[in-house]
């Protein structure tokens, strides 16, 4: 059965500085992977998925994830944290059962901006 | 205009109701979910409907009945509310990979 890692559970960081999300996956074929974002009280809002192709996909808000193979990884990045980037994070992994697509998802990744 | 929107935001209830959540969503998409976060954040997946037709049932007790009149529609009813239902529930769709969220309905159960 497919599962997502994030090992972090609360990640604190300082406006401007540098991010780093992991997330690890466990998939027998090719996966489909997403980030998440959900501000509090709020929905789940799409950051970027990785399908195929190149590695490094970029998303929005000016986060970018890599996906790597031989690592089962598809880690989150920003170069640059801004303190609206205060969120849950939520890597996830799509299968196909045949009928209808099933999203694992991750336990999430609190992230704090200090000012 | 929301593309995936539930009602209500939030619900406030005492054990032993019963309750319903309303999805609705106009981005024409085949498929719809019902997905459940506990009180730790974690969110699992409950019901997929294709077209009207239950494809994922995963095993939730069987006093959450969906229900899916169109293909724009996917209700969630519970009876006999109990304490560990508390959560918010999530309403999503999609037309292929990519899956679209509603803001959530948080329910509260007394």
């Known amino acids: 059965a497919q599962s997502v890692t994030q090992p972090d559970i609360h990640i604190t960081v300082s406006e401007g500085a540098s991010l780093e999300l992991r997330c690890n996956y466990s998939?027998?074929?090719?996966?489909?992977l997403f980030w998440y974002v959900q501000s509090p009280g709020q929905g789940l809002q799409l950051l970027l998925k990785?399908?195929?192709?190149?590695?490094l996909v970029q998303g929005i808000k000016g986060f970018e994830a890599e996906f790597k193979r031989s690592q089962s990884s598809f880690n989150l990045r920003k170069p640059s944290v801004h303190w609206s980037d205060a969120a849950e994070y939520f890597c996830?992994?799509?299968?196909?059962?045949?009928?209808?697509?099933?999203?694992?998802f991750g336990t999430g990744t609190q992230l704090k901006v200090e000012l | 205009d929301t593309a995936v929107s539930q009602t209500p935001k939030y619900l406030v209830t005492q054990m032993g109701n019963d309750k319903s959540i309303k999805c609705e969503q106009n981005?024409?998409?085949?498929?719809m979910y019902w997905y459940k976060q506990d009180s730790k954040k974690f969110l699992k997946i409950m019901f997929s409907?294709?077209?009207?037709?239950?494809?994922i049932n995963e095993t939730v007790p069987n006093r959450f009945s969906p229900k899916s009149p169109d293909k724009a529609h996917l209700n969630l009813h519970i009876n006999s509310l109990e304490l560990g239902d508390s959560a918010v529930y999530f309403c999503?769709?999609?037309?292929?990979?990519?899956?679209?969220f509603g803001s959530g309905t948080q329910l509260s159960v007394l």
């Open positions: 998939y027998g074929a090719t996966p489909y």
């Open positions: 990785y399908f195929s192709g190149d590695t």
């Open positions: 981005l024409g998409h085949d498929t």
């Open positions: 996830a992994v799509l299968r196909d059962t045949g009928g209808g697509n099933k999203l694992t």
């Open positions: 409907y294709n077209n009207k037709e239950l494809i």
């Open positions: 999503a769709s999609s037309s292929g990979p990519k899956l679209f």
